[in-house]
């Protein structure tokens, strides 16, 4: 089978660049094979392609189909029945269960919710005092995902699960961490001082929380809650059949993995670029001033500078550089190459991102591009497309903007120091490295006066 061109240097080398510097390999090949190209840092050759029309293809064709296999990385944590996973018929049957909760009216219902949670985080902030604004914004979109997804508020078994997610995450953020997941060989459980071994510990950990809440759930099912576990235990697919038990598990923390570090990211990110750029900031905090005291969350979620400003901060790093690879099933033609049935197709989203021809001056942080045009779902999609498209889009779309328009109007920040933050790999994902350190400068009460600062302590 002839694949188009791409890098030569063995798998090996081509894998450690992919680990330790994705943009950089991303671009090289760009650069050097141009819109498609093969990947040789996989088992299996993979084509990578960023233009609209071949993303359009790739995501919309009868010819290539997006099952679960290309996604082995995340069995370990998500387990076997986790969206990510399923193929086919599974995964349309299970995605048909889990989409209604996720509807964009049903979100929001959590619109309060997003707001009290920020403001309750925030005030544990520390006058003067430089901290990663990512390890706060983690807390609240845990917080968010714990009470909109499971119906947890605050308790024991909350913090716990908390405290397990955030650890077992960081242990496979860094580098060496990421390569444990690549290298299935390497995951060998040989006692609690193992490196995969720690690993999987911290999973059974988390397992048994998550059984015992599903159990205690199922004994006192509520028709009347509306977070989203209350919903599952209730749906019913066209045979009339629930999930089970083990499903549930693998779905819970397939969202609450996929839901809370993504976004965190993203909103550090935002928080970068507002800071970093103050004319941005001034025209976020002039419109969110126009609004009066204590607006409507839908009124922030339709305001137009403050969705350019999220669409912009998805474009230049897109929290999720890839989208999940997609397999042709029968010979199809891609910018010009015959791909044969099994080929593995990945969009880089990234690479889309930063074309030149769509986005002038690509490397600049420019808001305005999205008030000017309408980007196609091809040309823009931070959160892919077609059958596999992100399924928690509505309530990443409209909890960055809440949290964004809460901790704007109610606190002064500014970066720690001034320096350009650099994007670097956090896991799968694409993170401001060292967090964006901000410090809190005050209470701001409207229209941009500041009060003496209300802090306490942590
Ligand atoms: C800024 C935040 C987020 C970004 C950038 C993002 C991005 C993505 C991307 C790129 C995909 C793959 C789409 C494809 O291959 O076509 C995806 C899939 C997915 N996302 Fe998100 N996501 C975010 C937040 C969330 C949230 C809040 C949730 C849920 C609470 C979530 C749940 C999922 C799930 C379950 C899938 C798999 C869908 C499937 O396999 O059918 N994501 N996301």
């Not at 997610?165 to 060998?188: D, H, K, V, Y």
């Not at 977070?227 to 038990?245: C, F, K, N, P």
């Not at 670029?273 to 607006?295: A, M, Q, R, Y």
């Not at 490397?363 to 591009?369: D, I, S, W």
């Amino acid at each position: 089978m002839k694949l188009p061109d791409g890098p030569k240097t063995p798998r090996f080398l081509q894998l450690i660049q992919w680990i330790g510097d994705p943009l950089g390999y991303m671009e090289s090949c760009k650069d050097k094979y141009g819109d498609i190209f093969k990947l040789g840092c996989s088992q299996r050759p993979i084509v990578m392609v960023s233009h609209p029309q071949a993303m359009q293809e790739m995501l919309t064709s009868d010819r290539l189909t997006a099952p679960g296999y290309p996604n082995e990385i995340f069995r370990p944590l998500m387990g076997n029945n986790s969206l990510f996973l399923l193929n086919e018929k599974s995964h349309q049957r299970q995605r048909k269960l889990l989409m209604p909760p996720f509807h964009g009216e049903r979100m929001f219902h959590y619109g309060q919710l997003i707001c009290d949670i920020t403001k309750k985080v925030t005030s544990q902030w520390v006058t003067d005092k430089p901290f990663p604004i990512r390890e706060t914004m983690k807390e609240i979109t845990m917080s968010v995902i714990l009470q909109a997804v499971f119906g947890l508020y605050e308790g024991e078994r909350f913090q716990q699960i908390k405290k397990l997610i955030g650890e077992r995450l960081e242990m496979t953020a860094t580098p060496l961490g990421f390569a444990l997941l690549s290298f299935p060989s390497l995951q060998q459980d040989w006692g609690p001082w193992s490196p995969w071994g720690r690993i999987a510990h911290k999973i059974r950990q988390i397992d048994e929380l998550l059984y015992a809440e599903i159990s205690d759930r199922r004994e006192q099912l509520d028709p009347s809650r509306t977070d989203i576990l209350s919903l599952l235990l209730l749906a019913r697919d066209e045979e009339g059949q629930g999930m089970t038990d083990v499903e549930l598990r693998d779905e819970l923390m397939t969202l609450l993995v996929a839901g809370h570090e993504t976004t965190a990211t993203a909103l550090a990110w935002a928080f970068y670029w507002i800071h970093k750029l103050p004319e941005v900031g001034k025209k976020l905090l002039d419109e969110l001033d126009s609004l009066g005291d204590n607006p409507e969350p839908m009124a922030i979620f339709r305001l137009p500078y403050l969705t350019a400003v999220c669409n912009e901060t998805l474009r230049i790093y897109p929290v999720a550089m890839l989208t999940f690879p997609r397999v042709v099933k029968s010979t199809v033609k891609i910018m010009g190459h015959r791909l044969e049935p099994g080929t593995e197709v990945v969009g880089s989203i990234y690479l889309t991102h930063q074309r030149e021809d769509l986005y002038p001056e690509p490397k600049q942080f420019k808001p305005e591009r999205f008030l000017g045009r309408q980007f196609s779902p091809y040309q823009y999609l931070p959160f892919g497309g077609g059958a596999r498209r992100c399924i928690g889009m509505a309530l990443a779309q409209f909890e960055m903007k809440l949290v964004l328009a809460t901790v704007l109007s109610s606190w002064k920040l500014a970066l720690a120091d001034n320096k350009p933050v650099q994007a670097k790999r956090r896991g799968i994902l694409l993170a401001p490295a060292g967090g964006v350190k901000m410090v809190m400068k005050g209470r701001r009460i409207g229209q941009g006066q500041t009060s003496e600062p209300v802090a306490s302590s942590v």
